[in-house]
């Protein structure tokens, strides 16, 4: 039996939202200006979408700010605008998507790679997320996964969902027909699934969802 359904699915996180006119920053190793409170590489802004690209070799270590400092080291005045991780040098990598916090103090993320990267900072959830330079933008970065619209069962195969900023909801609809057809999988990194069958370990945010409980 098919069956046509609609899925919208809200991600509910804990964080401080920024207002969309504020500024941001990176603010951290080179090239984000070397941890100077007063120094920083600036992100465009398009409404609530703020990106920057920058070329990296090697480790880097970041954190986001909402403003700079006047004093090249008040790091009392910068906590107040620092957006990080809950723990410290939390690694960052393509193709996943994290969230920065206020009130973490000195921790900062870690971001290894060689080459040209897009950094794109969402500031209505602090979202953020590392892409190849050239990587399409708006790309979906969460997946239905299963016997939809013709797909079998393959981590690395999906149907993109469509983010609307004002309601914070993802929306797809998809056909469903087979024998696990009730049963979906969402994923928010299915371009780091590499092999079919595998689950990638950084997949901490996927999980299996009835789709009759969704639809």
Partial sequence: MKKTLTFLMALAVSIMTLQASAAMYIVGSDPFGGWKTNAGMQMTQSGTTYTANATIDGTVYFVFATQL???AADWT?????RLGPKTNDYPV???????????QGGNSFMFTGSGDYTI???????????AE??????????????????????????????YNEGTGLYTAT??????????????????VHREPGQRHPACRECGWRRSSTLG
């Fill in 120 to 130: 794109t900072f969402n500031s209505s959830n602090n979202q953020f997320s590392f």
């Fill in 69 to 71: 400092c006047s004093g």
């Fill in 77 to 81: 005045t910068f906590a107040n605008y």
């Fill in 93 to 103: 990598e393509t193709g996943s998507t994290y969230t920065a916090y206020s009130g």
């Fill in 174 to 191: 998809v056909t469903t027909a087979g024998e696990n057809e009730d049963y979906s999988y969402f994923c928010r990194h299915m371009e």
């Fill in 133 to 162: 330079a050239g990587t399409p933008a708006g790309s979906s970065d969460l997946f239905i996964l299963g016997e939809v619209n013709g797909n079998g069962w393959a981590p690395n195969v999906g149907v993109a969902m469509a």
